[in-house]
């Protein structure tokens, strides 16, 4: 029987690449020069560091730049409140890995809202979905494409 995963996984080793050009950037940068402006990477957990708020902020467009280029999705970012103490700003950086319980319940939802002959069920941090024909998968896979959910969605495992 067809089926197919729908996970939401971010490829931690393009997100290290990123943050490494980040900080190259930030060091060449004369606005950034005799600064302690840096982004740290602990696993899933980005921190950037700043004199002030607003080279905060341009450190984090920069970062979105570098992820954007290296293909992935911002929206699995989720980032923090900028928290500021004397000479000192710093922002953490969440990446989001895997498909939380809510998310999942509504995908089910919006594909049986679909009417097809397909059955989709969650397993941990993804949702599989299968059926009898290719063509009803596909229209799924569509389906969940064109519907905007606030994760960055990956269709994989696709076996007949």
Do not use: C, W
Not at 107 to 134: A, E, H, M, N, P
Request: without cysteine; neutral net charge.
């Amino acid at each position: 029987m067809p089926s197919f995963d729908v996970v939401s996984e971010v490829d931690l080793h393009e997100v290290t690449n990123a943050v490494d050009q980040t900080n190259r950037e930030v060091g060449n940068r004369f606005d950034f020069k005799g600064t302690d402006a840096r982004v740290e990477q602990n696993e899933a957990i980005l921190t950037l560091h700043g004199e002030a708020e607003f080279q905060v902020r341009q450190i984090l467009d920069i970062l979105h730049k570098k992820i954007a280029k290296r293909s992935i999705d911002i929206a699995a970012l989720s980032e923090g409140e900028i928290e500021s103490s004397g000479k000192k700003a710093s922002l953490v950086i969440t990446i989001r890995q895997g498909i939380d319980q809510d998310t999942a319940r509504k995908l089910v939802k919006q594909i049986k809202g679909l009417k097809l002959k397909v059955q989709s069920s969650i397993q941990g941090d993804k949702v599989r979905v299968t059926g009898k024909k290719r063509d009803d998968l596909q229209g799924v896979i569509e389906h969940l494409k064109s519907s905007n959910a606030d994760l960055p969605l990956q269709y994989v495992n696709f076996r007949d």
